[in-house]
């Protein structure tokens, strides 16, 4: 049944009485980790997110369960037209956004490092990858090579015909992977690299720098206005290590890095004379890394002082 079209019974107390509402609750319990990693691979920010696993749980408690063939497809496609309108909105917002948008990290557990799928969608690398899709491209993208959703679902789930989805899907893919990173590369070489650069980050040693970071480099870092960061992405490993460098020299402060696993992925808690200052993550092709995602913006840093667990299924 399409989602818009279910007869609605019930109320939106989580909490109400009955073996109806019973039964939907348990089986949003069930899928609530994969409603909002979609949600969250879709939007790039968990309070959003959140708003919309709860805006999916209000739509649930209206819809007849016992009519649902396919409770979790259901919910997903529920989620994922919330996360469709919630896109449209937050890309107004980022126009408005003081300085380079990166995604809001979060603190995952060992597990989701081991799953190279989930590690790889949830990347600080793909995710600004993401960025440069319409809304569209994205939903479809996330829900067929993250979530091996059918294409008829996802049809139904973006409006669209599955003929046109098809086509979504393989432009989506394109333009994804001639910009996402060549080769997979292991955590083992990713945790490498970043060991190299936190050592070289807290000597402020340029030399040091200038070793871990590839010539093609970039630096992107979120400060949202609140926090000074560079106004705009610093390609380039010179100038991002003199950046580096001659910024530390003239804050005149103690920074350490604190290893952490952000999105899966090997990644550093900052901070400047023991005070969090943001986090960092990496990405690595050939040993060396070719991209530094540095979120110092206050406000998405509510998300590493605890897990939050992510899944595909």
């Known amino acids: 049944m399409n989602e818009r079209s279910e007869p609605t019974t019930g109320t939106a107390e989580p909490l109400a009485g009955g073996g109806r509402m019973d039964s939907a609750t348990e089986a949003f319990v069930a899928h609530r980790n994969l409603l909002f990693t979609v949600a969250y691979e879709m939007l790039g920010s968990a309070a959003d997110a959140e708003d919309v696993l709860q805006e999916t749980w209000l739509r649930w408690t209206k819809v007849d369960v016992g009519q649902v063939r396919d409770q979790r497809a259901y919910l997903v496609r529920i989620a994922t037209r919330r996360s469709l309108d919630r896109l449209r909105t937050m890309r107004r917002r980022k126009e408005a956004y003081v300085g380079p948008w990166l ?144 910024g530390l020299r003239k804050a005149e402060v103690v920074l350490t890095g604190d290893p952490t696993v952000v999105n899966g992925n090997p990644a550093l808690v900052l901070r400047v004379d023991g005070e969090i200052d943001g986090v960092i993550a990496i990405r690595v092709e050939d040993a060396r890394i070719t991209g530094l995602y540095y979120v110092r913006n206050p406000e998405k840093l509510t998300r590493i002082d605890s897990e939050t667990p992510l899944t595909l299924r």
């Open 103 to 246: 995604p809001e990290p979060l603190l995952t557990a060992p597990d989701v490092a081991e799953d190279v799928e989930l590690a790889e969608s949830v990347s600080m690398a793909l995710m600004l990858v993401l960025e440069t899709l319409s809304p569209t491209e994205r939903a479809v993208f996330v829900l067929r090579e993250a979530f091996d959703v059918g294409y008829d679902e996802i049809a139904t789930a973006v409006d669209k015909s599955p003929a046109a989805v098809r086509q979504i899907a393989h432009r989506a893919r394109r333009h994804v992977e001639a910009r996402r990173p060549r080769e997979a590369v292991s955590p083992s070489q990713t945790r490498a690299a970043l060991e190299s650069f936190q050592r070289a980050l807290e000597a402020g040693d340029l030399q040091g720098l200038l070793d871990v970071l590839a010539p093609e480099v970039v630096l992107v870092s979120d400060g949202g206005g609140v926090k000074q960061a560079a106004p705009r992405p610093i390609t380039g490993g010179d100038k991002v290590a003199r950046f580096i460098v001659g």
